[in-house]
């Protein structure tokens, strides 16, 4: 019984445990292979790597440095965290923004196909039509101020990211070379 209890604590994984982990293991990977509903859902799917996105090169953790490195993980992490929820809120917005704009599109040809079909339901869907793209505009209206603020704290965290690797690495030029790049492609990609 001893002997039992010492192979538990040596694997550090009970057995019961054991079979759970594998048990969602599998379930991970399970609904990985399940396809979208609709192809177009597969759009709205988080992608925090798009193509085309420059590299964040950070100077902390690495292991070859002359310069003095205690601390620089508490300076590095506030900026980190900030700018790893930013990713999260910019890929939020623009799949709202997406499921938005087919909705919207959808609605306008569905009406536009049965407008047609009578003369007083023409009449009524013209004057929906109308509500129906200015609701759209304001909606991108609200996108934008949105974006316009996330990309303005976006700004704020890269430079928190410079103003840490000038102070424990000796790079002043660090918002200038790579977090300038990382600011435009954000903002290339999430404004519309």
């Known amino acids: 019984m001893v002997a039992g209890a010492s192979i538990t604590v040596l694997t550090g994984v009970p057995p019961d ?10 379930a ?20 925090y790597d798009p193509p085309g996105m420059p590299n964040l090169p950070i100077s ?14 508490k300076c590095y992490r506030q900026a980190h965290e900030k700018l790893k929820k930013l990713r999260r809120n910019f890929e ?11 909705f919207t599109k959808a609605s306008i040809a569905f ?16 004057h ?10 304001g909606f991108t209206e609200a996108y934008k101020r949105k974006c316009d603020e996330l990309l303005a704290d976006l700004d704020k965290a890269l430079h928190q990211i ?18 300038f790049m990382f600011h435009g492609f954000m903002a290339m990609h999430y404004v519309r």
């Open 17 to 26: 445990i054991a079979k759970l982990m594998d048990l969602a293991e599998k």
């Open 92 to 102: 939020q917005l623009r799949a709202l923004f997406v499921e938005t704009d087919e």
């Open 28 to 47: 991970r990977n399970a609904t990985a292979k399940v396809p979208t509903l609709d192809p177009s859902d597969a759009e709205m799917e988080p992608d």
């Open 128 to 137: 929906q039509r109308t509500n129906i793209m200015s609701s759209f505009k």
């Open 60 to 73: 902390c953790g690495g292991d070859e440095t002359e310069f003095d490195t205690s601390g620089c993980e």
């Open 162 to 179: 410079g103003d840490c690797e000038a102070e424990y690495f000796g790079d002043a030029d660090w918002y200038n070379r790579y977090g």
């Open 111 to 126: 009406g536009d196909g049965v407008a047609g079909l009578t003369g007083v339901a023409a009449l009524e869907w013209h």
